[in-house]
């Protein structure tokens, strides 16, 4: 498959994961998710905030991410793989691995598109 393409399926699935993820982070819209994420930040000694600010990052780099080719898009899809990456961790710290592979998919995938994207930054701080 060319890598374009490619670079495309995960731009649709990494926003389609971020903005259900981001919603209920922002507005707690799925209670049964909402209560589970609530206690998981809880529990990383986290509050309620620290869950909207996530969830406005999340929604941030789902928009931002459909910009490829732009350096926005591949802010977008950073933006994503720090979320994931610090999803990563606190599930590694305080819960089992297990409890992270969502977060290792998204970062695997969200690491493709930023790579893909390299340029665009690369030219953004003058470094081409």
Do not use: P
Not at 40 to 55: D, E, H, P, S, T
Not at 97 to 102: L, P, Q, S, V
């Amino acid at each position: 498959m060319h890598q374009m393409n490619l670079i495309i399926i995960f731009v649709g699935f990494l926003s389609a994961f971020f903005l259900f993820a981001s919603s209920i982070k922002i507005f707690g819209w799925q209670k049964f998710i909402f209560e589970i994420q609530l206690a998981m930040f809880v529990k990383y000694g986290l509050n309620r905030q620290f869950i909207f600010i996530v969830g406005f990052a999340e929604l941030f780099g789902a928009v931002t991410i459909w910009f490829q080719g732009s350096w926005l898009g591949t802010i977008g899809a950073l933006t994503l793989l720090v979320t994931s990456v610090g999803a990563i961790g606190c599930h590694l710290i305080w819960d089992s691995w297990k409890e992270g592979i969502a977060a290792m998919v998204t970062g695997v995938l969200s690491a493709s598109v930023v790579w893909s994207g390299k340029a665009s930054l690369f030219i953004l701080f003058g470094l081409s």
